[in-house]
């Protein structure tokens, strides 16, 4: 049998656990976030970010606003108010968007009764609600990061996150597949604008 598994070089990406003595909120409690503004910076031409909380830190947003200004085209998924179970985190995301949208970033919402939502959930679907719970980060046509972190502050300056990143353009092509009817992609080769 011919294996379906992506080659490529992965990396653990990980904070160290907090100490006692450490400092919420500090440097040291952000190590995984540093790496992900160090791979969002060597973009040069495209990042997609999958998650199900986009609050940006002050730190993320400067790494975004520089990849814009690179001319990186910026594409997130979210949950939108209805399918995220955190109100509170939703509310706060709401106060980026315009800022976002006002640095040419590209923003999607997952919509809780979305009519394609049956290729995420068991049927039947008519009754469910759809939520994102995904983690990524695609950038250019070669890194995939898969992990535990929303971009959010606290994934990013509280909890302990864990995830790989992937430098293969065979996985990221695969991951961008999956992601593009979330992002209103059409495949050219199956004959869709």
């Known amino acids: 049998a011919v294996s379906e598994a992506a080659s490529g070089d992965a990396l653990l990406l990980a904070d160290e656990p ?14 995984l976030a540093a790496m992900l503004q160090a791979y969002i910076d060597e973009a040069e ?3 997609i970010v ?33 399918s995220n179970n955190h109100t509170a985190a939703h ?3 709401r106060g980026f968007i315009d800022d976002l949208l006002a640095e040419g970033i590209e923003l999607h919402e997952v919509r809780a009764e979305a009519k394609d939502r049956a290729l995420y959930m ?9 939520a ?44 961008r597949e999956i992601v593009a009817v979330d992002l209103e992609i059409r495949d050219r080769r199956h004959g869709q604008i």
């Open 18 to 31: 907090a100490g006692a003595d450490s400092i919420p909120d500090s440097a040291e409690s952000a190590q």
């Open 45 to 47: 031409s495209e990042i």
């Open 50 to 82: 999958v998650t199900a909380y986009l609050i940006p830190t002050p730190e993320l947003g400067v790494a975004i606003r520089r990849a814009a200004s690179r001319g990186v085209r910026i594409r997130m998924l979210t949950n939108s108010l209805r």
């Open 91 to 93: 509310s706060s995301y």
């Open 122 to 130: 068991a049927t039947p679907v008519a009754d469910k609600h759809l």
């Open 132 to 175: 994102l719970h995904a983690k990524l980060l695609l950038v250019d046509d070669r890194l995939t990061f898969i992990g535990s972190a929303n971009l959010d502050p606290r994934s990013l300056r509280l909890n302990s996150e864990i995830g790989i990143m992937v430098d293969s353009k065979e996985l990221n092509s695969r991951v």
